[in-house]
């Protein structure tokens, strides 16, 4: 029997990624940020990045954006609980999807947890760094894109190819989260669900027409927003009509 292909190096990447004085929703310059500080609960994680919140539409994002490497195995348990129960909500409104692509998967955590309540799935993943390729090697996912999934030779790519599209924390993390958002939609076959999850739950809930509620950011775009507006993460489906 042949021994398993060597995993793949990751190259080094950047602690941070640059800081910016703008809102990335709006380009608003008007930012109030929140300082960063030390999770006691979390004893020798690194302090969490500032989630700076923009003044006129309300999007948060994290400036810098956080250290792309691993998180701290604290750290890592709570998002592991988190993975859980959104796979849980998902299987709840779509318990058979044969496709699902899993947006800033990084190692691919979220798709290793899912699989164990969708084990018939096809699960993909795109990151913006090499990380994502290790996850194709221990075979946590089956097919690996590096980029953002909004550069035009992966967005082209992917076009209505999915059932189901996730996206954890992913938006506060991208220096276009409208362009993402777009290519997350894109990515979805008519009728397929978006499952979103944000830092600030409070941006799933601004009133329209405020421009950071993501709710009717989707809803603009032909989506029906699937869960209620005190839930902590958001799951919307794709109607037939939506461009």
Same mark, same amino acid.
């Given at each position: 029997?042949?021994?398993?292909?060597?995993?793949?190096?990751?190259?080094?990447?950047?602690?941070?990624?640059?800081?910016? #004085?703008?809102?990335?929703?709006?380009?608003?310059?008007?930012?109030?940020?929140?300082? #960063? /500080?030390?999770?006691? /609960?979390?004893?020798g994680a690194p302090a969490r990045s500032v989630l700076d919140r923009c003044r006129d539409c309300g999007h948060a994002f994290r400036n810098p954006p956080l250290d792309p490497r691993p998180a701290p195995p604290a750290v890592?348990?709570?998002?592991?609980?988190?993975?859980?129960? #959104?796979a849980r909500a998902m299987l709840r409104r779509c318990p058979d999807p044969e496709s699902w692509l899993d947006v800033g998967t990084g190692d691919a955590d979220f798709p290793r947890t899912a699989r164990t309540y969708f084990p018939y799935t096809s699960f993909d993943g795109v990151d913006p760094t090499h990380r994502v390729l290790r996850a194709r090697a221990a075979e946590r996912v089956e097919e690996a894109y590096v980029g953002r999934l909004a550069d035009p030779h992966i967005a082209s790519r992917l076009r209505a190819r999915y059932d189901v599209v996730s996206l954890?924390?992913?938006l506060e993390?991208?220096?276009?989260?409208? #362009?993402?958002l777009r290519a997350a939609l894109c990515a979805l076959r008519p009728g397929g669900h978006l499952l979103l999850d944000v830092a600030d739950p409070?941006?799933?809930?601004?009133?329209?027409?405020?421009?950071?509620?993501?709710?009717?950011?989707?809803?603009?775009?032909?989506?029906?927003?699937?869960?209620?507006? /005190?839930?902590?993460?958001?799951?919307?489906?794709?109607?037939?009509?939506?461009?």
């Open positions: 029997m042949s021994a398993p292909p060597p995993m793949p190096a990751v190259p080094p990447v950047p602690v941070h990624g640059p800081h910016r #004085a703008d809102c990335p929703w709006c380009g608003s310059l008007r930012l109030r940020p929140r300082p #960063a /500080r030390q999770d006691p /609960r979390y004893k890592r348990a709570g998002v592991r609980l988190r993975h859980t129960l #959104a954890f924390q992913h993390r991208v220096p276009d989260p409208r #362009a993402e409070r941006r799933l809930c601004a009133p329209p027409p405020h421009p950071a509620g993501l709710r009717a950011e989707l809803e603009a775009h032909g989506c029906a927003v699937l869960t209620g507006p /005190r839930d902590t993460r958001l799951v919307a489906r794709k109607e037939a009509s939506a461009p």
